[in-house]
């Protein structure tokens, strides 16, 4: 039954702050937890699809530094690299991709000026431009958007953002579960099986993970065509080996490589 | 004519920015400085003794040393030579001392089930074995996130007695010390303070544990060598010296209709039954490395904590201090009074701690401090508004008892200190802000 599904992604995902990787609950309680570079490094020998960094603060400090960590990141790290926070305008973008992005994420940008999507597509394509949700259940199957990594209201319901999102020409939806993001008590399903109902683009659900379950109830939920790991990983709970054998061993489609060394050098 | 106005008359003289001679107002320093080492100035106030602040107290104010390094920094400095082995031996020696074998209590932690009380009572549970009751104070008006986080604690494994005082009474004294003190949150702290060691006395245990320790936020260092919590903060020899609200025990009674029971809630602790009960109170702080950040990483593991659904108005943070709904009024007033809003609190505690550095810290205050807290400012109004059916001796006292936007904002104004807002073409600034 699962075998008609995509391939699944299976994405590390660093929130960075200053020069520091960082991890919250709820994106709270920011806890610096090492080095950015030499978590990636691992992420990517142990085959992981993606990498994410997001500054996850740069709205809420209003600055933006991902530039030096990603052109570090590209010496050692040979899978696609999202990167995203802090992105206000065409010219934030492009800095991010010369220094090594394959793909840029926005969020609060977006939100106070929609057309920046489609500023950003024009330049280079949908598939560059992913749209960031942070998305806070407020109701029976009602999310919003937040933004300012989730501390700021914005009074948009998050579905039908992902769904403008994506006519102004994002490529991709990267949604965060709020309420489930670094709980360890499983992905919010429901969330995630809405906005891929609501969109064509990819879907990566970001949130939630703490046991191979989890994943399980993912995918069979909804077909997103990713998944973000930040907490499991940086806490040396699970490995992304593990994870993909699971998958393997679960009839869940991805890509069959156990490292992204041997694929990629 | 009513003792309070409805309108206060504001000099806008005073403000002008080119005014050299200002006046500094709480018996605060005239000249500010801020902290090289955190965020907050040498304008906070610290830990007063409630029940005897009237509207012409005088604060103490928080040292800054001659580098310009305020006391809670040099605290965190002392701390780090603290040898914490030997600390948790002395807890240790101490709960074997009060343990209890025969199913009573054997200590008592104050709480409102936040972080800081989730740890506290959790710890001395189940890891130093001991047979916690927890006693909670309420807030004025419950957050819907704070009440299930309350909620929680209790079902972490802990009794629980319940202190929700007469909403009636709450809501004037907590009127009267916005009018003297512009000071809306003490009401509580007055009840919280003294609440712990009056059910002690009631349920006869004398060991009685707080959280953390204010001398960490910038109390005398001296404050903080011995565990033990100075009776002066819980206990009164004489009725007759204290005030609620900034209004005597005796005008209460006389000019606002309430009567001795009404009152009984808020007074401090007898000092006779606190001696006779040989009670003595702890702070957790002081036998463990109290980290805030860390405390809600625990209370989400432990209880199912839940983070409040956005950010506090004036602030970034949305961990700590979420369960009442009157506290984003609390840090608005103390940005009014001594020009240091939520934002410097919680950068200043998260420095301190090492969660973020002093350039982040100085971003958020700049953001946040001060911001107007809309989000619950309509029911607080209602909260306040003393009405003539509710209470028709007391609202008379006040001209216009109803409060609103225009009300409050006037009152406001009413307890800025010139030397720290400036007033030029109709917009309030501070004439001082962290760099």
Redesign the interface.
Known sequence: MLDNLPILRLIARLDI??SNLIKG??L?????VGDPQVHAAKYYAEGADEIIYMDT?AS????NNLIDVVSRATEHVFVPMTVGGGIRSVEDARTLLRAGADKVAINTAAIKNPTLIKELSDVWGSSTIVLSIEA?RVSDKKWEA?T?N????TGLDAVEWAQKGAAQGAGEIFVTSVDQE??KKGFDCELVAEICRAVDVPVVASGGFGSLQHLNDLVTASRPTGVAFADALHYDKFSLKQIRQFCIDSNIPTRQAVSGAEVYK | MPPFPKRRKIDFAKFDSSRADREAKYGLPNSVTFCRRCVTSNQKPISAVEFQHKSDSKKQAIHLDDLEICDACRMTEKKAGINWAERDAQLRELCDKHRSRDGSYDCLVPGSGGKDSFVAAHMLKYKYGMHPLTVTWAPHVYTEWGWRNFQRWIHAGFDNYLCTPNGRVHRLLTRLAVENLFHPFQAFILGQKSLAPKMAVLHQIPLVFYGENEAEYGNPIGDNDSAIRQWKYFSAPEKSSIYLGGTSVKDLTTDFGLEQVDLDPYLPANPADLKSLGIEVHYLGYYMKWHPQSCYYYAVEHGGFEASPERTPGTYSKYNSIDDRIDDFHYYTTFIKYGIGRATYDAAQEIRSGDINRDEGVALVQRFDGEFPTRFADEIFEYLSITEKEFPQAAKMFEQPRIDHAYFNNLADSFRSPHLWSYNDGQWSLRHQVK
Do not use: Q, S, W
């Open positions: 702050k200053g609950v709820h709270e309680g920011l806890r610096v603060v809420l400090y209003g600055r806070k937040y300012d989730g501390r700021e209201r670094g709980t």
